[in-house]
């Protein structure tokens, strides 16, 4: 059973930082790319970061650029998503998603991630 278990959200004042976690169990997580997506009170889920399974390629979206940072550890698969600086509109459920066995190249697309975990929430607030 895939089991992806987010932690580390919580409210924080503007400026502050957060890390989330990922923890990845069920799914060989060294073979696939990640990513991180948020969703606002209502908005659309909205993609926020995305690396491939080696590390070595990221992408952001433009409204968290400079001040997130996606990373990995695949000794224990765990995906993390370090926030800087955050501002009252990063605040959402921030959900972490794994792409298909195999894949190679980075997606921004939500549709294109097969497991979801439950969210953890960040507020951020002024």
């Known amino acids: 059973q895939v089991q992806l278990v987010e932690s580390g959200g919580g409210l924080v004042q503007v400026g502050a930082s957060l890390r989330l976690s990922c923890a990845a169990s069920?799914?060989?997580?060294?073979?696939?790319?990640m990513g991180w997506f948020r969703q606002a009170p209502g908005k659309d889920r909205e993609f926020v970061a995305a690396?491939?399974?080696?590390?070595?390629?990221?992408s952001y979206a433009d409204s968290v650029k400079g001040r997130f940072t996606i990373s990995r550890d695949n000794a224990e698969n765990t995906l993390y998503l370090q926030m800087n600086s955050l501002k009252p509109e990063d605040t959402a459920v921030y959900y972490c998603a794994a792409r298909t066995f195999g894949t190679t190249v980075l997606s921004t697309t939500a549709t294109a991630y097969t497991y979801w975990g439950q969210g953890t929430q960040v507020t951020v607030s002024s």
């Open positions: 069920g799914l060989s997580f060294s073979d696939r790319g």
């Open positions: 690396i491939t399974w080696s590390g070595v390629s990221t």
